[in-house]
Nanobody, 127 residues
Framework: VQLQASGGGLVQAGDSLRLSCAAS????????MGWFRQAPGKEREFVAA????????YYRDSVKGRFTISRDNAKNTVYLQMNSVKPEDTAVYYCAAADGEFYVGSYYYDNSKYDYWGQGTLVTVSS
């Protein structure tokens, strides 16, 4: 599976931004899709995930109510709508895919459980 993330850029605090991740190579609709991010000098952290079957979503606490993950299986694409961005959202954002779904809820937050990764797109939020 190849993942291509796009949509990053330089925005001001309070602005909105939408990231996209296009998948190719296998049946996209059966993948759990996730977004992670890595700020300079920090470890990669979970942002959001969406299951393939019923579209259940998961978010880290700091983005709840501001970010929305969604998917369009017909377009093999997952999105991350980022509203009311903050300087602390500045990071390289990566999309990731995992075969099927997890039976342990905490796995959605664990980057080691994802099988495929995109190249990342940089989001910079100025204050």
């Amino acid at each position: 599976v190849q993942l291509q993330a796009s949509g990053g850029g330089l925005v001001q605090a309070g602005d909105s931004l939408r990231l996209s991740c296009a998948a190719s190579g296998r049946t996209f609709r059966r993948f759990t899709m996730g977004w992670f991010r890595q700020a300079p000098g920090k470890e990669r952290e979970f942002v959001a995930a969406i299951t393939w079957s019923v579209g259940t979503t998961y978010y880290r606490d700091s983005v709840k109510g501001r970010f929305t993950i969604s998917r369009d299986n017909a377009k093999n694409t997952v999105y991350l709508q980022m509203n009311s961005v903050k300087p602390e959202d500045t990071a390289v954002y990566y999309c990731a895919a995992a075969d099927g779904e997890f039976y342990v809820g905490s796995y959605y937050y664990d980057n080691s459980k994802y099988d495929y990764w995109g190249q990342g797109t940089l989001v910079t939020v100025s204050s």
